[in-house]
């Protein structure tokens, strides 16, 4: 990761904050009380603070200057934030979990990044991850009516905010397993039929609803959560 694009990104405003609250409410089922979690690109600790509580520890690795702040404001309870990179966060824990939520699609070498998130966690301990689904409704929708040529095609938006491909869930699933990770849940997060800007004009009970209505789109869905386990004794 390369841009710092905090200044002109807020994610406890922008629509994003919906996948963060649906992708909480994914992890919470799959957490313990107790649990020790590490957690990359926390960003203001909007994920953290949905997730926070039970007795679980945190340590929160952000680069942004401005985010970390945020964080720290919060004040939550058994967590540490960290202002690093991935790429330079050094730690001698493991941890039960890795949260990297809507972030392994931002960073330039991605098996690097997995190869060091999985030197964190613990032997059966957790990955959690979630990326956005090339196959989305609302990308087949630009597919058809000729918005873009690829359903691979990084938006203008996509590219401002860091995006480096969309990828194929075989082709990531593919990368997971040759780093002692097998998975165990995929599920879809968010039917999305309009552009973010006309998804806000909507009330929360519909994208509440539309939410549910993903699970029986399971393909459709905007991103994807996937739950690996490390394998190891």
């Known amino acids: 990761m390369t841009t710092d694009y905090s200044h002109a990104y807020d994610p406890d405003l922008d629509f994003d904050r919906w996948y963060t609250i649906l992708s909480a409410r994914r992890i919470a089922k799959n957490l313990g009380s107790n649990d020790h979690l590490l957690e990359v690109g926390s960003a ?88 956005p689904n090339p196959r989305s409704l609302h990308r087949l929708s630009a597919l058809g009516g000729r918005m873009i040529a690829d359903l691979c095609e990084l938006s203008a938006r996509g590219q401002r905010y860091e995006t480096r491909k969309l990828q194929y869930a075989d082709e990531f699933i593919t990368l997971m397993t040759q780093h002692q990770l097998v998975e165990i849940q995929r599920e879809p997060i968010l039917l999305k039929p309009l552009p973010n800007a006309a998804m806000e004009l909507l009330s929360d009970e519909i994208i509440e609803a539309y939410d549910t209505l993903s699970l029986s789109l399971p393909d459709l869905g905007a991103m994807t959560y996937f739950l690996f386990r490390r394998l190891g004794a």
């Open 44 to 131: 203001t600790g909007f994920l953290t603070r949905e997730l926070a509580g039970h007795n679980r520890r945190f340590v929160c690795v952000e680069r942004s200057t401005s985010f970390v702040e945020r964080a720290r404001a919060r004040a939550l309870p058994g967590i540490c934030i960290e202002h690093s990179t991935i790429e330079a966060f050094q730690s001698s824990e493991t941890f039960d979990h890795v949260l990297a939520i809507n972030v392994l699609h931002e960073v330039e070498d991605q098996r690097d990044i997995v190869e060091r998130l999985v030197r964190f966690l613990k032997p059966q301990g957790l990955l959690h991850v979630t990326l």
